[in-house]
């Protein structure tokens, strides 16, 4: 007999974050005033920080599963599960800001519409194209508004990349292309490249999230 099919949210995604840290799980997830019913219960993308090696994550019909960790710990990745750092070096309290951070960038670029729209699908596409499963989360605050941060760029070559540009309602779509190009241009070997762009950003700079697979 076949397993039953999931059947996943017809409108919004629902994250599952499981903080092994502050022994706390979360859910988030949204509705539509049309349509109010709960979706609480299962989840299409589950998050989980520092969790034990031996954890696995629980049959709740999740499409991916990332596991946030402070090392590159030597973690056995089941199917359609993913390791994700930070480049950098972060002692505990920076890991947990930045894995929030991180989580939050990710709920936003797929739960708010955006001036170059994604969906959970691109997402999850752009982890399956990752052979490793072992990626990256780095997170570049704009020094000015109307420039591309090239050497903040510069300092990750990607093999897979999801990005995502946070700024002000003032964001343009010369800036979004300028980014693309540039983000082309330092990563020619990028086999999966998607750039979302949210005009919902509330500080003074925009900020870019890059979640991908390192180039070699």
Request: aromatic share 8%; glycine share 4%.
């Amino acid at each position: 007999m076949s397993p039953p099919e999931i059947k996943h949210s017809m409108y919004w995604p629902r994250l599952s974050v499981m903080d092994f840290v502050t022994l706390k799980e979360s859910m988030q997830t949204s509705f539509s005033a049309e349509y109010p019913v709960s979706a609480l219960g299962l989840s299409d993308l589950n998050f989980v920080i520092n969790a034990p090696l031996d954890y696995r994550p629980p049959a709740n019909g999740a499409l991916a599963t990332l596991y946030f960790d402070q090392t590159d710990r030597a973690r056995v990745l089941p199917e359609n599960t993913y390791q994700v750092r930070c480049p950098h070096t972060l002692n505990a309290c920076e890991f947990i800001s930045w894995s929030e951070q991180a989580i939050d960038m990710i709920r936003l670029a797929l739960m708010h519409n955006g001036v170059v729209g994604i969906d959970l699908m691109d997402l999850v596409n752009s982890l399956r194209n990752s052979a490793s499963r072992k990626l990256v989360i780095h997170i570049i605050t704009y020094d000015d508004p109307l420039e591309v941060p090239w050497k903040a760029l510069q300092q990750c070559r990607f093999k897979t990349l999801f990005a995502s540009l946070f700024a002000g309602p003032d964001l343009s779509l010369r800036s979004y292309s300028a980014l693309g190009c540039a983000l082309e241009e330092l990563n020619p070997n990028v086999d999966d490249l998607k750039l979302a762009a949210t005009a919902s950003h509330k500080n003074a700079l925009p900020v870019l999230m890059l979640l991908g697979e390192l180039e070699i």
